[in-house]
Nanobody, 112 residues
Framework: VQLQASGGGLVQAGGSLTLSCAAV??????MGWYRQAPGKQRELVAT???????NYANYVKGRFTISRDGAKNTVYLQMNSLKPEDTAVYYC?????????WGQGTLVTVSS
């Protein structure tokens, strides 16, 4: 099972980016995104179940939107109103009991 993430890059504060993550080889009950900033622990950004339930970290509510395309086995993260503190490596995440899978990470850099 592989999670293939893409879409990171450099953007100015206030800008937008969309991350994509395609699952190859399996489907997941939960898919989502975590991030890790330099010198910090990995933290939750957002997740979405196959049934449609979403969970967002407080610091992205109202700015980020997670969505899934079941036919494509892909999860997306639409990030708006980006802030310099959103700079991090974003990791795609998939869970299907009892396994957890991680993508390779994609760097998002927000300049002030």
């Amino acid at each position: 099972v592989q999670l293939q993430a893409s879409g990171g890059g450099l953007v100015q504060a206030g800008g937008s980016l969309t991350l994509s993550c395609a699952a190859v080889g399996s489907s997941f009950s939960i898919m989502g995104w975590y991030r890790q900033a330099p010198g910090k622990q990995r933290e939750l950004v957002a997740t979405k179940t196959s049934g449609g339930t979403t969970n967002y970290a407080n610091y992205v509510k109202g700015r980020f939107t997670i969505s899934r395309d079941g036919a494509k086995n892909t999860v997306y993260l639409q990030m708006n109103s980006l802030k310099p503190e959103d700079t991090a490596v974003y990791y795609c995440y998939g869970w299907r009991a009892p396994y957890t899978s991680w993508g390779q990470g994609t760097l998002v850099t927000v300049s002030s």
